[in-house]
């Protein structure tokens, strides 16, 4: 078999299992309202404090664009919390972590396999809670305006920087048992209030603004913004052209995932050292 | 304390009271020994709560909003214990075997879900000081002085109603396993929204009503903020009408908990499924 | 049953205990019958042993016994309280040890979680603390006092939880599987402390199931053979290996041809068994019960002329293995028999 058809194969295995592990214990109906209902209820929690001060003091443009960016950040909730999550499962619930790894499959295969079920999960929290706002909620936007190009650009590096984040995170997974559930899930709200999801990064202080301009999501979410609803969220990031802004996201993701993929090598390598890859005491 | 039984055994009180101080001590000492659950427990929430804070401040709403945010954020740390700490935290002890333990123990199953619970509270509120730091330090949000007592009573009694809800939720992982760890993870989010921690409960209308009364946490939350916000809490019903709602919770779901948790310790019994890891 | 009585009642009793595991969803029709009327008497000051393969109904035993699992139908009684009506009373009397086990909370320390568990319990803390401290002499594990448990090596753990049955000082210890996975030493140190706690105080009792032979001729004044839900004898180790003596038991190693390695050879009036395969000599041992009547000679004989090779004779005295072979039909490890 060429090397291709079994890095498929080996995904598609991982992916299977991901979808097993993933739905199996509900029907379809549950598991659909299930996946829902989290998504559905920031989304909600984010539309009733604007309702509750749209009548004393609020942009809806502005919230507009907090509302859109919040949907973007299902895929880091779910694929890059998620990719952690695949080592707490495997390891301390399962215990079959140390098979997968001593298997010809490889991690990174494995956990880019197994996320895929999450990306779909993400995919439909996102259309759902666009479709939430516009017809619920009366959030709309100009579709003749949308530059789709650049969107689907910008779209495609954003899941880059997740998937090769989610490495990372899942490296921290591997050193950190019991501690891995709460890093995954604060690592995802740490995201939400370094990048500025639903706020400007205007209204962080200037530091954090220097480290947030380092993270790719804060690129993404702005370049999300700025070409599907036509405007940003930051007063600081609109001043950058859209070459500029998407060239920001292309080099922050590289940068940030050459990192990514050295730091799991290095949080792998103590893992490995310190006799964690199999250490299951968490259930 | 009650007295010995004849058999030399300790009576029922003595040996329940030591039960429960067992299973407090876990997470008395646990809470000062895991570093790292301060990260899940207390900076993670406060995370989340600092960026609902800046939320109203780039819509512009009056400061009292974000006071509002700063309280919903410091209960949703007790929501999340409630959830995590003892709706799941069964289903955790069956896993690692500790269960069974617990079942051909003398004391009762109340006692140790006491336990837990006190252990779970005394837990939050150290964690708590991390987001009241956080909302009231880094983001410089301000209330005015506020009395003491009414605050610590409303307190107390939405502690004692949530976490019989989380009594009552441990039971369910008995019958629905894993399954039920899967509800616990799809209740976190709702439930901060139908008890609106980061918005006056009111706003919610019809929707609230019913919530708040399924889920202490809303009524508790609004109570506390109109303790320390007056007015500017855009409080929901009266603190007296509320206290007295949660009051009946909390009995209610006293009752609950030990009615659901015999039932269901009965049933797993028949079905043989109390000590089965894997289900 | 008035107090008195109940003082003098036996440690377990238990009368035509029956359980039957309802059959899955997925595959209906498939109930599994783990307990098939068991009768069993324990009386107070015994160790008790009940020896059977996987899947013969022990631990379900032991899990209805400890309150964990009702029976289907029957009844069983622990010092002299029903294990299903008097659940509260049967607690405050038992604990439980399970081979393998490694519950307890990582946080705490090893010193904490025992005293922990003493106190679900209700043991005061005048007593509870110097008892945890004898204990864990007793496991050999004074020095990892003050460790957390999510520090400690399986075994530790294994040892930590062996410690912890004893520290409700219970009338009736079940033990399922005690020393699994244990290292030799651990074991056979701890099997000494069960026979001397047993002896140390009047009226304590355990009842222990494992697959060890040797740990069960041991440790078990008396023995049960249980095997797909029903007891299949009972007595003293000394007596049930009387049973099957009146011949001698024979192991010979026999040369096996290549693709041949599964077929019993068949011989007259001996009911045989396949040991282990030693296929770096490409043998296998053939064991079985020679009648007096029977020569060996004969025996090898009847195995020359089918062909197979004796490279090994050994005979020895009955064993719990052969009383366990003779009852069941196969051996613990074993599957396969020809008459």
Not at chain 1, 141 to 164: E, H, K, N, Q, T
Not at chain 2, 143 to 164: C, D, W
Not at chain 3, 163 to 178: I, K
Not at chain 3, 308 to 337: H, K, M, P, W, Y
């Amino acid at each position: 078999m060429s090397r291709p058809a079994v890095l498929a194969a080996r995904l598609r295995t991982a992916a299977w299992l991901g979808w097993q592990i993933e739905a199996n214990w509900a029907d379809p109906f549950t598991f659909i309202v299930y996946s829902a209902v989290r998504p559905l209820a920031t989304a909600l929690i984010l539309a009733v404090m604007y309702r509750a001060v749209a009548g004393i003091a609020s942009s809806g443009q502005a919230f507009l664009g907090f509302y859109v960016a919040n949907a973007f950040h299902e895929y880091v909730i779910r694929v890059l919390v998620g990719m952690g999550w695949v080592i707490v499962e495997e390891r301390e619930e399962f215990e079959t972590l140390k098979f997968v790894y001593t298997s010809p499959i490889g991690m990174f295969t494995y956990l880019w396999g197994r996320s895929s079920v999450k990306f779909v999960q993400a995919s439909l929290s996102l259309l759902l809670i666009l479709t939430t706002g516009w017809l619920i909620l009366g959030l709309r936007w100009d579709w003749g305006a949308v530059r789709w190009l650049p969107l689907l650009l910008s779209f495609v590096l954003g899941l880059i920087a997740i998937v090769y984040f989610g490495f990372f995170v899942a490296g921290w997974a591997l050193v950190l048992p019991r501690a891995a559930i709460s890093v995954n899930e604060g690592v995802a709200a740490a995201l939400t209030l370094l990048c500025g999801v639903i706020f400007p990064i205007d209204l962080l202080p200037r530091a954090v603004q220097v480290v947030a301009m380092l993270l790719p999501f804060t690129w993404w979410y702005e370049a999300l913004r700025r070409f599907l609803i036509g405007h940003g969220a930051s007063a600081r990031l609109s001043s950058f052209s859209d070459g500029a802004l998407l060239a920001a996201l292309a080099v922050s993701t590289a940068l940030f995932s050459c990192v990514s993929v050295w730091g799991y090598g290095v949080l792998e390598r103590r893992a490995r050292q310190n006799g964690k890859l199999d250490q299951a005491r968490l259930f | 304390m009650s007295p010995a039984r004849a058999d030399g055994r300790p009576g029922d009180l003595a040996l329940n009271l030591r039960a429960t101080w067992g299973r407090m001590y876990v997470r008395v000492v646990g809470s000062a020994r895991e570093p790292t659950w301060i990260m899940s427990d207390a900076v993670f929430p406060a995370l989340s709560m600092a960026s609902f804070v800046l939320l109203y401040r780039a819509l512009g709403a009056p400061r009292s909003f974000e006071s509002l945010a700063v309280l919903g954020g410091i209960m949703a740390t007790y929501w999340i214990n409630v959830l995590w700490g003892m709706g799941a935290q069964l289903y955790w002890e069956k896993q690692s075997g500790q269960l069974q333990l617990y079942f051909i123990a003398p004391c009762s199953r109340m006692s140790i879900l006491t336990g837990m619970a006190l252990g779970g509270i005394f837990m939050t509120t150290t964690r708590a000081i991390f987001s009241i730091a956080v909302g009231f330090g880094l983001l410089g949000v301000r209330v005015a002085p506020f009395a003491l007592a009414p605050l610590l009573l409303v307190f107390v009694v939405t502690m004692t109603a949530l976490y019989g809800l989380g009594m009552t939720l441990a039971s369910l992982f008995l019958l629905y396993g894993r399954e039920a760890w899967h509800v616990c993870n799809a209740l976190q989010e709702p439930v901060f929204f139908l008890s609106g921690l980061y918005f006056p409960l009111r706003a919610l209308g019809a929707l609230g009503a019913v919530a708040a009364g399924i889920v202490p946490l809303g009524l508790g939350v609004d109570a506390m903020r109109q303790v320390i916000l007056g007015p500017a809490a855009r409080g929901w019903l009266p603190v007296r009408v509320e206290v007295a709602i949660l009051a009946v919770l909390a009995v209610v779901f006293l009752i609950l908990a030990r009615a659901s948790l015999r039932y269901l310790e009965a049933l797993s019994k028949r079905e043989g499924r109390l000590t089965q890891r894997w289900q | 049953m008035p107090d008195h009585d109940r003082d003098h009642a036996p440690a377990v009793e238990t009368r035509a205990l029956r359980r039957t595991f309802a059959a899955p969803r997925n595959r209906p029709g498939a109930a599994v019958e783990a307990l098939a009327g068991v009768d069993v008497r324990i009386e107070r000051g015994e160790i008790f042993g009940l020896l059977g393969p996987n899947g013969a109904g022990k631990t379900t035993f032991i899990k209805i016994l400890t309150t964990l699992l009702f029976p289907t139908s029957g009844e069983g009684r622990v010092a002299g309280h029903d294990v299903v009506r008097a659940a509260g009373e049967v607690r405050r009397r038992i604990s439980l040890i399970s081979g393998g086990e490694s519950s307890g909370y990582g946080s705490l320390m090893v010193r904490e979680c025992l005293w922990m568990y003493s106190q679900f319990y209700g043991i005061p803390a005048a007593i509870a603390w110097p008892r945890v401290d004898e204990l864990l002499a007793v496991v050999g594990m004074t020095e990892q006092a003050h460790t957390r448990i999510n520090r400690l090596s399986t075994g530790q753990r294994q040892r930590m939880n062996f410690a912890r049955g004893f520290v409700s000082d219970p009338e009736v210890l079940f033990m399922d599987e005690p020393t699994l996975g244990m290292d030799v030493n651990a074991a056979r140190a701890l099997r000494g402390y069960v026979a001397r706690w047993v002896r140390a105080k009047a009226g304590r009792t355990v009842l222990l199931t494992t697959h060890y032979m040797a740990e069960a001729d041991e440790l078990c004044d008396r023995l049960a053979i249980i095997d797909r839900g029903r007891v299949l004898a009972c007595d003293s180790p000394a007596a049930l290996r009387r049973q099957v003596q009146g011949g001698q038991h024979v192991e010979l190693e026999v040369s096996v041809r290549e693709g041949d390695g599964t077929g019993l050879p068949s011989l007259d009036g001996i009911t045989a068994a396949w040991g282990a395969p030693h296929p770096e000599r490409g043998t296998r041992t053939l064991k079985f019960r020679l009648p007096p009547e029977c020569p060996l000679v004969d025996v090898l004989r009847q195995l020359e002329a089918q062909g197979v090779r004796v490279q090994g004779v050994a005979t020895r005295e009955a064993s719990l293995e052969d009383v366990f072979i003779a009852v069941v039909g196969r051996g613990l490890e074993d599957t396969e028999v020809v008459k």
